[in-house]
């Protein structure tokens, strides 16, 4: 994340407007050649033009400053593109179906990448009538545990909250082709295909 909007940010979102530097300055009440200093990082715009300034480029302030621009593009919706954030601090869960600026405890949170399970964080998956039995061998201490177990399909998301104490087992309708998440307070998140 960027502490402050950077120039790039600034030109590729006009350009993508399809604004020129003029039209940009216009609208903010500054000279083009501020707006050419601003892309070329020979200076910065006010925090006062901020608010302004992510207007005229059609999105939020924090977007722009994480020089992020997130369009709605309603990509088919495709699930299976989703990810996952959790907040190290209150142990927050965000699903997002797609590309997302999310902070939680005042945290911008990176979306989790999941790795292949490993010796440590292996999962058994037992069919029990019209359902699967899920069990993660793992701890489920206060200090190290699972704390939920989410399948993912193309269409549909079932996630279930597990707690320390508790056991690292669930069931699930693992219906269709899907990955399997789980993740793990100290070590992250893992998946499985299936
Ligand atoms: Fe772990």
Request: proline share 4%; net charge neutral.
């Given at each position: 994340?960027?502490?402050?909007?950077?120039?790039?940010?600034i030109?590729?979102?006009r350009?993508?407007?399809?604004?020129t530097?003029?039209?940009?300055?216009e609208?903010?009440g500054?000279?083009?050649k501020?707006?050419?200093?601003?892309?070329?990082?020979?200076?910065?715009?006010?925090?006062?033009?901020?608010?302004?300034?992510?207007?005229?480029l059609?999105?939020?302030?924090?977007?722009?400053?994480?020089?992020?621009?997130?369009?709605n593009?309603?990509?088919?919706?495709?699930l299976?593109?989703c990810?996952?954030?959790?907040?190290?601090?209150c142990?927050?869960?965000i699903?997002?179906t797609g590309?997302?600026v999310?902070?939680?405890?005042g945290?911008?949170?990176?979306p989790l990448?999941?790795?292949?399970?490993?010796?440590?964080?292996a999962v058994?998956?037992?069919?029990?009538?019209?359902?699967?039995?899920?069990?993660?061998?793992?701890?489920?201490?206060?200090?190290?545990?699972i704390?939920?177990?989410?399948?993912v399909?193309?269409?549909?998301?079932?996630?279930?909250?597990?707690?320390?104490e508790?056991n690292?087992?669930?069931?699930l309708?693992?219906?269709?082709?899907?990955?399997l998440?789980?993740y793990?307070?100290?070590?992250?998140l893992?998946?499985?295909?299936?």
């Amino acid at each position: 994340m960027n502490t402050y909007v950077t120039g790039t940010t600034i030109r590729n979102l006009r350009e993508d407007r399809r604004m020129t530097q003029a039209e940009l300055a216009e609208t903010l009440g500054v000279s083009s050649k501020t707006v050419s200093k601003w892309e070329t990082a020979k200076g910065l715009p006010d925090i006062t033009l901020l608010k302004p300034l992510a207007q005229a480029l059609g999105i939020s302030v924090i977007e722009l400053m994480n020089g992020e621009h997130i369009t709605n593009r309603n990509v088919s919706g495709n699930l299976r593109r989703c990810k996952f954030y959790v907040c190290p601090i209150c142990g927050n869960i965000i699903h997002s179906t797609g590309s997302a600026v999310v902070s939680c405890c005042g945290v911008t949170l990176p979306p989790l990448e999941a790795e292949e399970a490993d010796d440590d964080h292996a999962v058994t998956i037992e069919q029990v009538e019209d359902e699967q039995f899920i069990t993660v061998r793992h701890p489920m201490t206060k200090e190290h545990f699972i704390s939920f177990v989410a399948y993912v399909t193309c269409d549909r998301v079932q996630l279930v909250k597990l707690y320390p104490e508790g056991n690292a087992q669930t069931r699930l309708q693992m219906r269709g082709l899907g990955t399997l998440y789980y993740y793990c307070n100290r070590h992250g998140l893992y998946k499985k295909g299936r």
